[in-house]
Every structure is written in C-alpha cells, then in structure tokens.
C-alpha cells in the first residue's frame, strides 16, 4: 500500500507560478512510475507530466511543455511539479498518482495508488 499526500496548490494571477509536492509512505519509492494528472470541473482526467523511477524520464503533456517541469526526490519519497506561467485554462484539481509497471506515462490506467489532490486556481 501507496499513500500520497499532494500539497502546493492555490490562487494565482495568470503568469504566476506555483510548485505542488507531492509524499510518498508505505512502499519502495524509488522504483515507482510517479506522474501528475489534473481535473477541471465537468471534465475528464487528464495527463500532465510523468517521471520514471531513475529521474531520467520525463514526460509532458503537449499543453503544459516548456511551462511545467516534474522532479523527485527519493530520498525525501516526494515528487514536485513546478508550474510557470500559468494560465486560467491550468485551473482544475491537481493529482499525484504512483505506479510500478506503467507503460504508457500518460495512461491513468498504468497507475495503481492516487492522491487526494490539491486545488490550482488561475486568475485572468
């Protein structure tokens, strides 16, 4: 068992920043998929950026590439997402999720253990 604690969320101006954590407790960390994906009200769960286990893989969704940057630190079993230049259209509840054999980065279904999540707002 996987628990994950996201943190790191709030209101901003479009053009601000914002840095999400995201801890890890239970299992072996360090060998764990670890990704972030998003929902808006009304709207289907979507990928946002995915890191393998070594920190030598990313992944990003097209929409947020260049903006967005995921890291992780094992020794501390916490993975962060750091946001830059949001937008309003970035606004949704932010979830960290966790899987040992994900394929396909951008697939929640690749994902075995999920976060409460954590609210971002943007501002226009």
């Known amino acids: 068992q996987v628990q994950l604690v996201e943190s790191g969320g709030g209101s901003v101006q479009a053009g601000g920043s914002l840095r999400l954590s995201c801890a890890a407790s239970g299992r072996t960390f360090s060998m764990f998929t670890m990704g972030w994906f998003r929902q808006a009200p009304g709207k289907a769960r979507e990928f946002v950026a995915a890191i393998r286990w070594s920190g030598g893989v990313t992944y990003y969704a097209d929409s947020v590439k260049g903006r967005f940057t995921i890291s992780r630190d094992n020794a501390r079993n916490t993975v962060y997402l750091q946001m830059n230049s949001l937008k309003p259209e970035d606004t949704a509840v932010y979830l960290c999720?966790?899987?040992?054999?994900?394929?396909?980065?951008?697939?929640?279904?690749?994902?075995?253990?999920w976060g409460q999540g954590t609210q971002v707002t943007v501002s226009s």
């Open positions: 999720a966790v899987g040992r054999n994900v394929v396909i980065m951008r697939d929640k279904g690749d994902y075995d253990y």
